[in-house]
Structures are given as structure tokens and as C-alpha cells.
């Protein structure tokens, strides 16, 4: 006998307006609509990067009243709130720089791979990261958080 077979499939992610999280998330970083459905007083809004498809997608959910709007960029209470991997990071970092997305940090080498810490227009925290084993060659090889501060 088998146990559950289960995997995260989409999160909501809070943004001010959907046509601005449209236009900086498909527009400028590629994401691909899955789902655009209207109904009525909302959307169901579910995007996903360009890639195979394997993790779980976003549901764009519109602020409505002001503990949500309270919440734009702010759901993960400052932390790093989404991890975007990419197959090969100086590709996408320099692409999404020539797009005006705005680092927080230059790349730095960890143990888990290649990482840099972005902010979306809506201030939500991201990690722009190529784990190691998908960047086993990359140069400078990984460091500890106290090599890299040193």
C-alpha cells in the first residue's frame, strides 16, 4: 500500500493591483499565465516562471481591505519569502539587472549553491538561486556564511 501522493501545488501571493503584479512578474521576469479566469469581483490569477513546470505556481491575489494591503510585500515579516531557481544563474541575474530588478546584494556562493537576494516593485523578498549540484562548476565554489562576511 501506498501513502498520499502530494505536492504543493500554487500559494497566493498578495499584491496592491493585478494588472501591476501582470506587467513586472510576466512582463518583465517571462513568468508564463496559467489560469486567468474573471469572476466577477476577482480574478483567479495563477502564474508560473518559464521552465518545465515541475514546482508550484502563484496565485495573484488582489488586496482587498487594509490588513491585506497591510500584507503587500510584507508576508514573510522581512524575511526572504520566495526562491525563484534558475539553471543557470549569470544568465538570469544579468537579465532581470538589465531589467531594472533591484538587488539587494551581489551573488554569493553557499553551501546549497549560487544565491542573491532581490525585492520584487511590491516589496516582497526573493532569493534568485542555483543550487549547487545544478552548479557544481560555477567559479569561487561555495563558501560559509563566515568566509563570505570575512
Not at 84 to 99: G, Q
Not at 104 to 109: F, I, L, T, V
Amino acid at each position: 500500500m501506498t501513502g498520499p501522493q502530494q505536492s504543493l501545488f500554487a500559494l497566493t501571493l498578495v499584491v496592491p493591483e493585478y494588472e501591476a503584479a501582470l506587467a513586472f512578474y510576466v512582463r518583465t521576469l517571462g513568468f508564463r499565465v496559467l489560469e486567468d479566469v474573471d469572476q466577477g469581483t476577482k480574478r483567479w490569477i495563477r502564474i508560473a516562471p518559464p521552465g518545465p513546470g515541475n514546482g508550484a505556481s502563484l496565485v495573484l491575489g488582489r488586496a482587498t481591505g487594509a490588513q491585506q494591503r497591510a500584507a503587500v510585500g510584507a508576508q514573510s515579516g522581512g524575511r526572504v519569502f520566495l526562491f525563484l531557481e534558475t539553471d543557470d544563474f549569470a544568465r538570469d541575474h544579468a537579465a532581470m539587472l538589465a531589467a531594472g530588478v533591484s538587488f539587494e546584494e551581489a551573488p554569493r556562493h553557499e553551501s546549497y549553491g549560487i544565491v542573491a537576494v532581490w525585492r520584487d516593485p511590491f516589496g516582497n523578498r526573493w532569493d534568485l538561486l542555483q543550487r549547487h549540484d545544478a552548479a557544481a562548476g560555477c567559479p569561487g565554489g561555495p563558501q560559509t556564511s563566515t568566509e563570505r562576511l570575512n
